[in-house]
């Protein structure tokens, strides 16, 4: 169990974990963005369900409380207050610890996974719509207001378009918006841009550390989920696919042969799915909810397997509405796992999405799992059988009530399986 977990004013929050016999000691290192760029961060549209900052901060909330909240005092917060080196003096082999790191200069490493024309559309079209007078009045959305007054609203596409043969995006914003979102979940705002290059540098510092071998785990604490976001398109609250890039920079950088991706999230991750469905390198497995009931509603099925040479390399698992631990997720997380050592798989990336949880209110009426929070601690139990270096990546969560406990239960589960609660 995490025994301590404390933030000073500095840069860097101290976490305590212990371990068993059966689990060896690891370095694990959660990383997240820089307290003051969450400022530039407030000009988000409003969503009736999408707060991916209030989450962030959620999480971080919970895993800075100690399982002993008495231990919030005196000398233990003097003591934090310096860098840490370790968790345990005594025990060099446990640190683990959490890192805020600044931007990244700029988001070209999104275009290792994505069409660099979509990465600089994303980088540049803030600035390009702001300057835009006069503007189609169907390219925005007057349901999303903002944060913070703006005299320019946010950037939604007027229309979508079948991505066939015959289309192409033109030279003008409107058009490029109108070939590459998906839908209207992911609007361009005025701090979009700098949001994503927090992201992408939460991303880097954790691969990072793990291509230099200083950790055995990370956790990239990122603020936009990216597992929607595919080749070509970006949407469903995703800009940018950052398992996907995570996996792809895992297989260059580190020379490995073959990488899996386990998203847990509660709607099929149709991007990671499609960037990787001919690539026989990544091994994709998504357990999610009935694409027939929820969204994406065109990805997910049991029969999608990958195509070409990644024939084989896609494992959709879709479990039916009020599924529970019992009845259909622990089986599921098994069966991903073992995927992931069948393929031969080197290294693992996970997409922690948290809506599974019950009551999550994106589900769709009468949809939804019925995860319980104690739950993500089995979860984060049987992600650690696989046994290889682990990236966490966050993605969805939208009960800001119960997704701090929900992340943080995961993790401790995955640090310490011992703590988690008897399958």
């Not at 580190?254 to 990488?259: A, D, E, N, P, R």
Request: aromatic share 8%; hydrophobic share 40%; proline share 6%.
């Amino acid at each position: 169990l995490f025994a301590d977990l404390r933030s000073g004013p500095g840069s860097s929050v101290l976490l305590m974990a212990t371990t068993d016999a059966e689990a060896p000691a690891m370095n694990f290192r959660v990383y997240l963005a820089n307290e003051g760029e969450a400022a530039e961060q407030q000009e988000m549209p409003l969503d009736a369900f999408n707060a991916p900052c209030e989450r962030r901060d959620k999480i971080l909330a919970s895993l800075v409380r100690s399982q002993d909240r008495g231990e919030f005092s005196g000398e233990a917060i003097t003591r934090l207050m310096q860098p840490p080196k370790r968790a345990r003096e005594d025990d060099p082999a446990t640190d683990v610890t959490v890192q805020r790191v600044g931007k990244a200069a700029s988001l070209d490493l999104a275009k290792s996974v994505h069409d660099p024309l979509l990465v600089d559309f994303l980088s540049t079209a803030w600035e390009r719509w702001d300057a835009q007078a006069p503007r189609d009045p169907d390219f925005f959305g007057k349901h999303a207001p903002s944060h913070a007054a703006s005299a320019t609203p946010p950037l939604v596409p007027g229309n979508y378009h079948n991505r066939d043969a015959c289309q192409m995006a033109g030279t003008s914003v409107a058009s490029q918006c109108a070939m590459y979102a998906t839908d209207r979940c992911a609007p361009i705002f005025a701090g979009l841009t700098p949001a994503l290059l927090s992201d992408m540098g939460v991303l880097r510092a954790a691969l990072s550390d793990m291509k230099g071998g200083e950790c055995a785990a990370s956790y990239a604490l990122i603020t936009h989920p990216g597992h929607h976001a595919s080749l070509r398109s970006y949407g469903g609250y995703c800009y940018i696919n950052s398992a996907a890039i995570a996996a792809k920079t895992l297989l260059s950088e580190l020379s490995l042969q073959k990488v899996g991706v386990i998203d847990v999230d509660y709607h099929a991750g149709n991007g990671t799915i499609g960037i990787f469905w001919e690539d026989p390198s990544v091994f994709v497995c998504s357990i999610h909810a009935d694409p027939d009931i929820d969204y994406p509603y065109t990805c997910g099925f049991a029969a999608q397997i990958g195509g070409g040479a990644g024939e084989g390399s896609t494992l959709c698992i879709p479990l039916p509405s009020q599924a529970s631990w019992e009845s259909h997720y622990k089986d599921a997380i098994r069966k991903a796992v073992a995927g992931v050592v069948a393929y031969g798989c080197e290294a693992l990336v996970v997409s922690l999405g948290v809506d599974g949880l019950k009551g999550d209110p994106v589900a769709v009426p009468g949809a939804g799992f019925e995860i319980e929070t104690a739950d993500f601690s089995r979860i984060g139990a049987e992600l650690r059988k696989a046994n290889l270096p682990t990236i966490f990546v966050q993605e969805g969560g939208y009960d800001l009530d119960k997704v701090g406990d929900a992340v943080s239960n995961l993790l401790r589960g995955f640090c310490n399986p011992a703590t988690a609660w008897p399958s």
